[in-house]
């Protein structure tokens, strides 16, 4: 009886660790991912503000039709 719980125990205690060597690499995907999204919507916000400048700028400046030559 003694050597079936062993046995038993020792495949539980094999899969706890299986099961915590995948979470950890799932983990680690999950942080992974994390980190390029974050770097995705700065790069986002970004661009978007550098259109958002250029759109100012082009808002502030007349057509160049009714600049007059000097």
């Known amino acids: 009886m003694n050597d079936v719980l062993l046995s038993r125990a020792e495949r539980a205690i094999e899969a706890s660790r299986v099961l915590r060597a995948q979470h950890r690499?799932?983990?680690?995907?999950?942080?992974?991912?994390?980190?390029?999204?974050?770097?995705?919507?700065?790069e986002s916000a970004m661009l978007r503000a550098e259109l958002k400048a250029l759109r100012d700028d082009r808002e502030e400046q007349p057509p160049q039709h009714l600049v007059q030559p000097e």
């Open 25 to 42: 690499a799932v983990a680690d995907q999950l942080e992974n991912a994390k980190r390029e999204v974050r770097r995705v919507v700065m």
